[in-house]
């Protein structure tokens, strides 16, 4: 396997490498891509260095895969040139996920539309990833109808210059701004820029990303807000049901599903929180109750590491079935 990594550098590029190397993914030969500052540069990876090179260059070479977490504008030049040569390429940028034809993909909903054809093939939001995977196997169990979604999200989901205002905000030094506002002590209900219905792009991908990993005919709104914590999402879920059901069922089926675990003992102070899902790769669920104001409903709490399941770790699945199923 000949794998480049483009946005080598960034807080998810790297994230990737750590999560390529805890699961012993079978490289032949990494090659680590990043802008025209990083290019000559070394980084390391199990112990060797590996020189970054620019997309010019990569596409001189042989590859296999290419993990794209370099922003939409470079993924909508580039991974169209790889796959044109034959490279398979794994976007996390936005830029591909609401195409008609291409997928995004979820390995453990969805993998299995994955096939040979498939030549660019979009990783979902972080904030979707860590709802549909709780979601899926209720949805299979009782029927989803609607999804009501607060979502509480850490800095590192904006990047280095969001973590880098906290920090300096917290020592009380000025500096250039990711946010409109101060976020050190605050909460700014404003992630991704605001559309002309009112509801920001976060919250439409979060929309539409869910209806098209799960249902199209699932009704999901949502309001997404940045909170000074620097990594892992956290969601409060509403969700209404087509049909009844048990508590202890909600949870069964919650424990069935691969890559998600049960937290949910709130008389021992047992919940799911950032703190817990911190370079974890599994979505955390607790606060499971019912909604006593409205039939067949539900309230619950997901947590995930936004860099990890959320970003890397899905991208690495996504890469890994394709491997398994010989679609390389």
Not at 14 to 42: Q, Y
Not at 128 to 136: E, F, G, N, R, Y
Not at 164 to 189: C, F, R, S, T, W
């Amino acid at each position: 396997m000949r794998l480049a990594i483009v946005g080598v550098t960034g807080m998810v590029g790297r994230e990737m490498l750590e999560v390529l190397s805890e699961r012993d993914f079978p490289l032949k030969e990494l090659i680590p891509v990043a802008s025209a500052n990083s290019c000559g540069k070394t980084i390391n990876y199990l112990g060797k260095e590996h020189e970054i090179i620019s997309l010019n260059d990569l596409l001189a070479r042989k590859v296999d895969l290419a993990l794209f977490s370099a922003g939409g504008k470079i993924s909508k030049e580039w991974a169209p040139k790889l796959a044109e040569r034959g490279i398979k390429v794994i976007d996390n940028s936005s830029f591909w996920r609401m195409s008609e034809n291409h997928k995004l993909i979820v390995p453990e909903i969805n993998g299995k539309e994955l096939t040979n054809e498939d030549m660019i093939i979009a990783n979902p939001n972080c904030s979707t990833i860590q709802l549909v995977m709780a979601l899926a196997p209720l949805h299979q169990k009782f029927g989803i109808k609607r999804v009501v979604v607060s979502t509480y999200q850490s800095i590192s989901g904006t990047g280095k210059k969001a973590v880098e205002q906290l920090e300096n905000e917290e020592k009380g030094v000025i500096v250039d701004m990711a946010y409109p506002h101060q976020i050190y002590k605050n909460a700014l209900p404003h992630c991704d820029v605001f559309e002309d219905n009112g509801y920001t792009k976060e919250e439409m991908k979060l929309t539409n990303e869910t209806k098209k990993i799960l249902d199209e005919y699932i009704d999901v709104v949502a309001t997404a807000v940045r909170i000074p914590v620097v990594r892992g999402h956290s969601e409060s879920v509403n969700i209404t049901f087509e049909n009844d059901f048990d508590l202890d069922e909600i949870r069964f089926a919650l424990n069935q599903m691969a890559g998600v675990v049960v937290m949910d003992k709130p008389q021992k102070n047992e919940y799911p929180m950032p703190i817990n899902s911190y370079k974890k790769d599994e979505v955390f669920v607790g606060r499971i109750r019912r909604d006593f104001t409205q039939k067949n409903t539900l309230n619950m709490w997901i947590v995930a590491d936004n860099l990890r399941k959320g970003a890397a770790t899905n991208t690495v699945q996504i890469a890994e079935y394709l491997i398994k199923n010989k679609l390389l």
